[in-house]
């Protein structure tokens, strides 16, 4: 296919590649470091053992995703320089800044305090390797901050202008914090959250239907369970006051994003298509089951708002893959709205004693639905990006620098074999992550580990 044989198609397929292969790790690298704080400070409040076992277990799953992040991040540094040259050379002074408070504030941070809380169980007071999660659990949160910073910006740019095709910061707090910055690292967090939720959830709910250390898992199931009725009804709130921004800051991605093509007359509101079946040639849908004024209502909080069409833009300043967009923006409405289903049925049933040590087995198909539940965080986290990246297009910063402007001139050739060659590294490093996450869920928690003792903490401080 000609398309195929296009190096920016190519260098954009690869970027996507690596970048959906990346963000599977770090949205459960957040969310476990939040656990493990969690976990480890209820030990300490409480004096119950479990809550310190808890945090063993789940911290050797947190190790074995941070490697395979840090791993599979790395190339994506590399990426902006190979593929995407004049990308680095017109915006380098605001993103090449943004990326390098990333590394030095955020993951230098979570990595420096990572090996005490590995290996500081037995040599640092209990107090002092808290404060360690604590910092590993702080930096990478600020991981999501600098980074939907930078993405942000490209989104919704602010605080800059052009001089001879390069980018000059006027403002910095201007450029930080853009139209979209908020809402956008507030949405990725809870994202994170949500998704290691329903992760812990279900792997506690296998535990739980293979009658293995049942009373050890119900309390981490009963800790997400009372997490979850917090986080999954605030994330579906951002989301929806994203998609708010999207009209406002960008309407040819939301237009795109509902398969709406003409905008509607005044005093006439927009139908939602629920369904429908895009056709960007003949700019409209094939078919489409619609209802009437609620877009509008979606979009502007009222009846009759005014909705901009994707017609009313040039093609070339349409986004492409109209059908990828308005599917994968669905897919993610679906699955929050799962994750509220799930979280209604598991309260009634913890309200009806259902959760108790003696019925939670019963509830087979329950427990069932919570491991179904465990991939679809990272579905719904996937096709928001797509959302999101595929969205901007043809703009690789909205309505400054073109995709196709910003690519590195290489052979087709080239990128080609780049590609095929992270497809094959990630897919073995896939294989390894569910080679050892296996063993470690098949062996389970090791119930005689024992919190170190004031008397051992002093012997081994004075050892060394």
């Known amino acids: 296919m000609e398309i195929f044989q296009d190096p920016v198609v190519l260098s954009r397929f690869q970027f996507a590649v690596t970048a959906m292969f990346h963000i599977l790790w770090p949205v459960l690298t957040v969310g476990l470091s939040v656990a493990l704080v969690i976990f480890e400070g209820l030990w300490l409040k409480t004096g119950d053992v479990d809550y310190y076992r808890h945090a063993r277990f789940w ?12 791993i599979s991040g790395v190339p994506l540094e590399f ?6 040259s004049r990308f680095s050379t017109e915006t380098g002074e605001f993103f090449g800044n943004i990326l390098g408070y990333e590394g030095a504030m955020a993951f230098m941070l979570e990595a420096g305090f990572l090996g005490i809380m590995l290996f ?38 602010a605080g800059i202008h052009l001089d001879n095709h390069r980018v000059v910061v006027d403002s910095y707090m201007a450029a930080i914090f853009n139209k979209s910055m908020v809402w956008s690292v507030l949405h990725m967090w809870f994202a994170c959250m949500t998704t290691s939720l329903f992760v812990i959830g279900g792997v506690s709910a296998w535990y739980i239907q293979k ?15 009372l997490g979850a009725i917090f986080v999954v009804p605030a994330q579906i709130v951002l989301g929806h006051l994203s998609g708010m921004h999207i009209f406002i800051n960008q309407p040819a991605k939301a237009a795109a994003v509902e398969a709406h093509w003409e905008t509607n007359q005044e005093g006439q509101g927009a139908s939602w298509n629920v369904l429908a079946w895009p056709n960007q040639a003949e700019q409209k849908n094939d078919w489409a089951i619609t209802v009437p004024n609620v877009l509008s209502l979606l979009a502007t909080g009222s009846r009759h708002g005014r909705v901009e069409g994707l017609s009313s833009f040039p093609p070339e300043d349409q ?33 009806k004693g259902g959760l108790s040590l003696e019925r939670v087995c019963n509830h087979r198909l329950l427990l069932r639905a919570w491991i179904a539940s ?25 309505g400054v620098l073109r995709t196709h402007d910003a690519a590195s001139n290489l ?16 897919g073995i490093l896939l294989i390894l992550f569910m080679i050892f996450a296996a063993r470690i869920i098949r062996k389970g928690p090791d119930l005689s580990f024992m919190p170190p003792s004031s008397q051992h903490l002093r012997e081994t401080a004075d050892n060394d």
């Open 374 to 398: 465990i991939p679809l965080g990272y579905l719904a986290t996937e096709c928001g990006w797509i959302v999101r990246e595929v969205g901007r297009q043809p703009w690789v910063i909205y």
């Open 211 to 225: 009658r293995k250390y049942t009373d050890f898992f119900l309390k981490s199931f009963k800790l997400v369970l």
């Open 120 to 157: 500081g169980w037995s040599r640092v007071p209990p107090g002092i390797h808290w404060l360690a999660t604590c910092m590993v659990a702080l930096g990478a949160s600020l991981s999501v901050f600098w980074i939907l910073v930078a993405n942000s910006w490209m989104q919704t740019p």
């Open 319 to 351: 986004p492409t893959a109209i059908g990828l967009i308005y599917y994968s923006f669905r897919i993610m409405v679906a699955s929050g709205l799962a994750f509220l289903g799930l979280l209604a049925v598991t309260s009634v049933a913890w309200w």
């Open 79 to 84: 990426e902006f320089g190979t593929n995407w």
């Open 411 to 426: 052979p087709a050739s080239v990128v080609a074999t780049t590609l095929g060659g992270f497809i094959a590294v990630y």
């Open 59 to 70: 911290g050797k799953l947190f190790v074995l995703n941070f490697s395979i992040g840090v």
